[in-house]
């Protein structure tokens, strides 16, 4: 099993920033690969970003390219996504998602991540 722990949520204005981290603990060395959703109320949880575990090759949604950064530190078993002019249509529950399949090009399924955190609250104002 692995355990996957979000932090970072919080409320912040359009065009501000916000860095979410990812702690993962347990069977660490299953993991090929974390990454980020997030679900706005009355929508579909959907795919912002992910990372592979080893090579560090990072994909986005088209959404957030540009915008959003995500990076590991293997030492710590921790991602952080860096979020930059925030949007208010990116105020969603942002999720954390471990898989044990390698990550791809489109790796935005979330059948294929095995493990999720409870999600942190990211609320952009106007």
């Known amino acids: 099993q692995v355990q996957v722990v979000e932090s970072g949520g919080g409320l912040v204005q359009a065009g501000g920033s916000l860095r979410l981290s990812c702690a993962a603990s347990?069977?660490?060395?299953?993991?090929?690969?974390l990454g980020w959703f997030r679900q706005a109320p009355g929508k579909e949880r959907e795919f912002v970003s992910v990372i592979s575990w080893r090579g560090g090759n990072t994909y986005y949604a088209d959404s957030v390219k540009g915008r959003f950064t995500i990076s590991r530190d293997n030492a710590k078993n921790s991602v952080f996504l860096q979020m930059n002019s925030l949007k208010p249509e990116d105020t969603a529950v942002y999720y954390c998602?471990?898989?044990?399949?390698?990550?791809?090009?489109?790796?935005?399924?979330?059948?294929?991540?095995?493990?999720w955190g409870q999600g942190t609250q990211v609320t952009v104002s106007t």
């Open positions: 347990g069977r660490t060395f299953s993991v090929a690969g």
């Open positions: 998602a471990a898989r044990t399949v390698p990550v791809y090009s489109d790796s935005s399924k979330p059948g294929e991540y095995d493990y």
